[in-house]
């Protein structure tokens, strides 16, 4: 029964992303899931996002005003949000249709599922589904759920991903210090205490164009890399993680000058 899903409240980070957002929202409000709460917590735009936001009170909560950063900011929608479970979605990202209900059914019938993810596409700024073998690589991995590679290679999609909220009550909210790797040392603290669990399907789609952090592929592998340091218990495992980066690092090279 519809009546019976748990509660999801999801929180979208955003600052000056107008040429994105409106998707972003639309792929969160036409999941058309019974029990949702959804949360934007715009950092102060000046591009016209406000203006959209406005489009659609009513069916979402929002906030324009300066703050520190996108984990502050994740930080301020996870203490106002009153779900069972609790996600998010940055303002550039979007959700596959029917994801919602997806997850809310998978947890309403595996009560132990706390942490929850599925499979992700990777898309252009037009929407154009991108770099299908590294989506598939990740994938390969997602399949093993294993700790121990995590600490090598990060295979869980953000986008896609869901926590109860005994996590957030377990682990505490972001690391307001991280400003590139937030969302990968989340899940190595997740990964400490709770199994993760996959649906076997695509729930979202990550949006990689110029001005997004996610394209800044050093800078994330170098936060990445500092993240297995503080979590990794050997430095064999922290030697791993950094030559897999460099492998990665050499192979978007490659696929770019391929493009070209």
């Known amino acids: 029964m519809a009546s019976s899903l748990p509660k999801i409240s ?3 980070p955003s600052y000056n992303q107008a040429g994105f957002i409106e998707e972003t929202i ?10 949702l709460e ?5 950092g102060g735009s000046t591009d ?3 203006e959209i936001l406005r489009k659609y009170e009513g069916r979402l909560h929002w ?13 301020q929608g996870f203490r106002q949000a009153r779900g069972e479970i609790l996600a998010y979605l940055n303002s550039d990202d979007r959700y596959e249709p029917g994801a919602l209900l997806k997850v809310g059914d998978f947890m309403r019938s595996h009560p132990k599922a706390y942490w929850l993810t599925g499979k992700c596409r990777i898309i252009d700024a037009n929407g154009i589904e991108i770099r299908q073998p590294i989506t598939l690589y990740k994938n390969f991995w997602l399949f093993f759920r294993n700790y121990k590679i995590l600490l090598i290679l990060d295979y869980v999609s953000q986008p896609a991903t869901f926590w109860h909220r005994e996590v957030i009550q377990k682990i505490g909210i972001f690391d307001e210090s991280v400003h590139f790797s937030m969302d990968y040392d989340y899940s190595l603290r997740a990964g400490q205490f709770y199994k993760l669990w996959v649906i076997d399907d695509y729930l979202a789609s990550f949006r990689i164009h110029p001005a997004a952090k996610s394209d800044q592929i050093i800078d994330y592998f170098n936060a990445d890399y500092a993240m297995a340091q503080r979590y990794a218990p050997s430095r064999a495992l922290q030697r791993l993680h950094r030559l897999h980066n460099a492998v990665i690092t050499r192979t978007y090279t490659l696929m770019r000058k391929f493009r070209k």
């Open 38 to 42: 959804y949360w934007v917590f715009d």
């Open 26 to 35: 639309l792929s969160v409000l036409d999941q058309n899931y019974p029990n």
């Open 10 to 12: 999801i929180v979208t």
């Open 63 to 75: 906030v324009s005003r300066k703050d520190r950063g996108q984990s502050d900011a994740l930080n």
């Open 48 to 50: 016209g996002t406000v």
